[in-house]
């Protein structure tokens, strides 16, 4: 507001503005007012903002006055000022359909009101295909006298409701001798058939009433006359080479990095997209106690912290290695008889029943098999015996954490009430 207080401060001083009025216009790079004079007539103030909204992270990610450290979005709105007026003068007194430049002060520029209203607004046209020739025309006068817009679209077209034009936004405008200036050229024209095509309805290609559809750049760029070419004529006014080399700079590279800033932000919503499933598995996953660490559901559907989780590890690992090392002894031959022992002698007797008159082979010393999972008991009775520990373990640890939570709240919910208690029959007190 300081930057803009000082333009404007500046052109009433000169008598031409008295008065500043609505917001007409808003874009990417620039804000437009209506202003008045003292005698009444109306303007167009153009406040240039360059590096406002899209192009923001350039400055951060760009050299473009290499070792300079003054550089600022002040500067390149100034020398973006100063480009167009110094453009918009050539052109009008030139006979191009463009607003009049009447002043020019840091990053402003005050120009005539056109009565007109931009192209993107329109989706009929009584004579579209006077209005697109009138655009051809318009970009190969352009390169006739060196210059090539840049920006030759329907948001920088003006129409009247005599479907007149106006063209407007100058700061990116590059000489015919730039190195991608056919590459610019052909771009504006495919613009303007693009938008005939597809929003007025009306297709230039199958128009044979037409003298040409597009115009070649070739053609127009060799009819450019010497003398007249604004871009040299242009290189002598108040805009010179050095501010040209700032400020291309920073035009060339805006548009990429606005490219850029859609990709990296549809990388950044892919990789959130990501991030959160990768979370909601972690989570089912800490849920299921997979690392040993996190909470589990409670009693009454409540989540228990994770106090005394390695605890309860600790007693499952316990559990598991006396298994694990009970179903080893059975397989070294501690247990062979388990099976048939583990009913007291039952399957002894039918061995002597079904075997007379064999020799019985001699017992082997040590513990007996057990009923339930001794040194000499089953590999499989064993197991399931600590399957059920485990689970007797785990829910007495919930059971315990379930009550000490109950407990706190109810602490906390006694002393909120003997506080609120306390205070009330204080403040009956009168104290």
């Known amino acids: 507001m300081g930057y803009d ?9 000169r008598g031409h503005i ?6 007409i216009g808003v874009g990417k790079e620039s804000d437009i007012f209506e ?7 109306v303007f167009a103030l153009k406040l240039h903002r360059l590096g406002r909204t899209s192009f923001r992270a350039v400055k951060s990610k760009r050299d473009y006055l290499g070792r300079r450290q003054n550089y600022s979005w002040l500067y390149l709105s100034r020398l973006a000022a100063l480009k167009e007026f110094a453009f918009m003068k050539a052109l009008y007194d030139h006979g191009f359909p463009v607003p009049q430049a009447i002043d020019n002060n840091r990053h402003a520029v005050l120009m005539s009101l056109v009565n007109a209203r931009p192209m993107v607004q329109i989706r009929e046209m009584a004579h579209p295909a006077r209005v697109y020739l009138s655009c051809m025309e318009l970009i190969g006068r352009l390169a006739g006298k060196g210059l090539i817009h840049c920006d030759f679209n329907e948001f920088n077209l003006l129409i009247g409701e005599d479907e007149e034009l106006t063209l407007i936004d100058f700061p990116q405008m590059v000489s015919v001798t730039h190195a991608n200036a056919e590459e610019l050229f052909v771009r504006d024209v495919e613009c303007i058939v693009r938008f005939f095509s597809k929003k007025i309805g009306y297709v230039p290609e199958m128009d044979p009433a037409l003298p040409y559809v597009r115009p070649v750049f070739a053609e127009v760029a060799a009819g450019a006359d010497a003398e007249g070419a604004l871009d040299v004529e242009l290189e002598a006014s108040g805009f010179q080479r050095q501010h040209a080399k700032a400020l291309d700079e920073y035009l060339a590279t805006a548009k990429d990095e606005e490219e850029g800033e859609e990709e990296g932000e549809d990388d950044e919503e892919e990789d959130e997209d990501e991030e959160s499933e990768e979370g909601e598995e972690g989570a089912a996953a800490s849920g299921r106690g997979a690392d040993g660490e996190g909470a589990g559901p409670g009693p009454e559907g409540e989540v228990l912290d994770a106090e005394g989780g390695s605890d309860v590890d600790e007693r499952l690992k316990a559990v598991a290695t006396r298994s694990r090392a009970a ?6 031959g501690e247990g062979e008889g388990s099976e048939a022992g583990s009913e007291d002698g039952e399957g002894e007797d039918e061995e002597g029943e079904e075997g007379e008159g064999e020799e019985r082979p001699p017992r082997r010393a040590g513990p007996r098999a057990g009923r339930h999972g001794g040194p000499g008991g089953g590999g499989r009775r064993t197991q399931r015996m600590g399957e059920a520990e485990v689970q007797a373990i785990v829910s007495a640890q919930r059971k315990k954490q379930y009550q000490k939570a109950s407990m706190h709240r109810a602490t906390r919910n006694s002393t909120k009430n003997n506080k609120g208690k306390k205070g009330k029959s204080t403040a009956d007190d009168g104290w």
Not at 35 to 41: F, I, L
């Open 5 to 13: 207080f000082l333009a404007i401060r500046a052109l009433v001083s």
């Open 35 to 41: 202003v008045t004079n003292d005698d009444g007539e």
């Open 327 to 332: 179903a080893t002894r059975n397989k070294d």
């Open 18 to 23: 008295s008065g500043v009025g609505r917001q």
